[in-house]
């Protein structure tokens, strides 16, 4: 099983640098096995070319190395926060991409101006609150992990599966990793609409309630219609 991640965990990371979302070394993916308990995860600093699945570093729900002889991304007490936190993840991407990093940045979160981010995410994609001087001195991925998670309370991970850090970046959520980085993609492109619609209307309002419960809804949950049934 664990043979399966590590393989599924180094071809999110190289796609995470195929599609554009993570230039240099600036993002990671990670997934578990829950059964085991235990995470997969990119190693740290190193190019995405250059991964094999057997860099791949194991560690427990805690961050505590499993198996890996490279250290794991520095990220991985964020990951692991998540994990423990949001029930039903399978994996976890962190990008640097442009765009949700511009929002990011700016301390805003990403409104949703239009039904392509209403099929995705429902309601406007949350940031967190600016971390205080003593976290950021402290356990500082950690305290990342525990920002994102306070920031939660009240929302459903699973209908917002995408935060973005003040200051930082964004992280994104799935069932599996490979989902994960579909949704990391979708976040840039719609980070990436929310900023130019905003540039050519600096009034433009949000979509209503009811057309973005239509879409989200029409995708995700029980009476989902779009798409194909699985065949029986």
Known sequence: MLAALREQVLHANRELSRRGLARFTFGNASAIDRAAGR?????????????????MVVTDLEGRMVEGKLRPSSDLPTHAALYRAFAGTGGIVHTHSHYATVWAQAGREIPCLGTTHADHFHGPVPITEPMADHAIAGEYEANTGGAIVARFAGLDPKAMPAVLVAGHASFCWESSVAAAVE??????????????????????????????????????????????????
Not at 39 to 55: A, F, N, Q
Not at 212 to 220: G, M, T, V
């Open 39 to 55: 995470i997969v995860i990119k190693p740290s600093g190193v190019p995405y070319d250059e991964l094999t699945s057997e860099m």
């Open 183 to 232: 949704t990391a993609s979708i976040l840039e492109e719609v980070a990436e609409m929310a900023y130019h619609t905003i540039v050519l209307n600096a009034e433009a309002a949000e979509i209503s309630a009811a057309l973005l419960d239509r879409h989200f809804l029409r995708k995700h949950g029980s009476e989902a219609y779009y798409g194909q049934r699985p065949s029986t």
